[in-house]
């Protein structure tokens, strides 16, 4: 199952400092809060999403927790949404007790001790896709090539039938320490380089890593709406930790290819549609498709110009996490015909000899302004 990142929600690297998350929420808190929406539900939605991310990122050790597992760390009664906690009762705090002594190990005196977690490393994806299918939402099966937990040995690096042993150095603690003066100086054992333990007979086939290398087919659930940048996070299907420590997540990172007649903004659609001159001089009634193929009727009024923008409502992209869609903005351009037939011309030419100027009001007063600025 794919899940937006909580990051992307809030529009934030995650790099970002606290004061920028927290600016960044009530920015869109204020956007999408249901009063000012009159009840809309697609604001709900969006306004109950950043705040769920909100809770998360503005406590650090859920900050942490977030960064290491996903949205992992906050199911089967986690809770880390609105109105949750890490509280409430022995079997959930167990769980994250569990995460949180992988995360603060040292400092909570936790059963971890001061090993290191060496999680695998994360992984980028770039993924372009079409319009259409940000439109419609789509499964797409991806390769990445990625080392995963060698099957022979189970991840644990060590030959089958045989057992990692604690490090007689460091007690399986993974760090050392030695006093210099007055302090005492922690550092990485340097016999099992902070593993804790150590391998006396290796697995031959990832020769104790616990990882080998392997090609992995995925599929993304692309969802509608998604736009350019949108990250999508898959938790554990990065690179697999040493020593059957947590994998790293993979991130896919999509992107639009150009269309050729839409530009996208936000949820809205913008199209330059090009119209005949009697449509423009006399107005009629246009057809223009979506990215889904259905026709949507436009009302041309009587006398449009160039540049005129008109909007059909609820005829653009899906919301991404949210219901309704943005909207269809046609900006009009009026072709001047550059092949006409013998009777058009003499229809034309008719025109122009009963044309008063009043037909034209714009070029009539520019030309006045002309021969004003010129001194008659």
């Not at 808190?29 to 709900?44: F, I, R, T, V």
């Not at 290796?202 to 350019?228: F, M, Q, S, W, Y």
């Not at 653009?316 to 006409?340: A, F, H, N, S, Y």
Request: proline share 4%; with cysteine.
């Amino acid at each position: 199952m794919t899940e937006v990142d909580y990051y992307e929600l809030l529009q934030c690297e995650r790099t970002a400092d606290d004061a920028t998350i927290k600016a960044s929420y009530r920015k869109l808190a204020m956007q999408y809060h249901p009063d000012k929406n009159g009840g809309c539900k697609d604001s709900e939605a969006k306004f109950k999403a950043v705040s769920e991310a909100y809770e998360v990122l503005k406590d650090p050790q859920k900050r942490a927790a977030y960064d290491r597992f996903g949205h992992a760390a906050f199911k089967n009664g986690g809770g880390a949404g609105p109105g949750g906690g890490f509280g409430g009762g022995g079997a959930d705090f167990g769980a994250f007790s569990d995460i949180f002594e992988s995360v603060f190990g040292e400092f909570m005196g936790g059963r971890g001790g001061g090993r290191q977690a060496r999680r695998g490393a994360d992984l980028r994806y770039d993924m372009e896709i079409r319009l259409e299918d940000a439109f419609h939402g789509k499964k797409v099966d991806i390769t990445v090539d990625v080392s995963s937990a060698c099957e022979a040995c189970d991840g644990s690096g060590a030959k089958p039938g045989t057992q990692a042993k604690g490090c007689a150095t460091c007690g399986g603690h993974g760090k050392v320490r030695a006093s210099q003066g007055f302090f005492t100086v922690e550092r990485t054992c340097p016999a099992c380089h902070g593993a804790g333990e150590v391998i006396a007979d290796p697995c031959p086939k990832c020769h104790g890593d616990g990882r080998v290398e392997k090609t992995k087919t995925l599929t993304i659930n692309i969802p509608p709406g998604v736009d350019e940048g949108t990250r999508i996070r898959l938790t554990g299907e990065g690179e697999a930790g040493a020593r059957g420590a947590p994998a790293g997540d993979l991130y896919v990172f999509l992107h639009l290819a150009k269309h050729s007649i839409y530009e996208r903004e936000g949820s809205n659609l913008h199209a330059r549609v090009p119209i005949s001159f009697t449509t423009a001089a006399l107005g009629g009634e246009i057809e223009v498709p979506d990215p889904s193929g259905e026709l949507h009727k436009i009302r041309i009024a009587a006398g449009i110009q160039s540049g005129r923008e008109l909007r059909q409502r609820g005829a653009g992209m899906p919301v991404l996490q949210g219901r309704g869609r943005g909207d269809l903005v046609v900006q009009i351009d009026v072709e001047t015909p550059t092949k006409l037939s013998a009777k058009q011309r003499e229809l034309l030419e008719e025109f122009r000899r009963t044309e008063t100027g009043d037909e034209c009001p714009e070029a009539q007063g520019f030309f006045a302004r002309v021969k004003k600025a010129v001194g008659g």
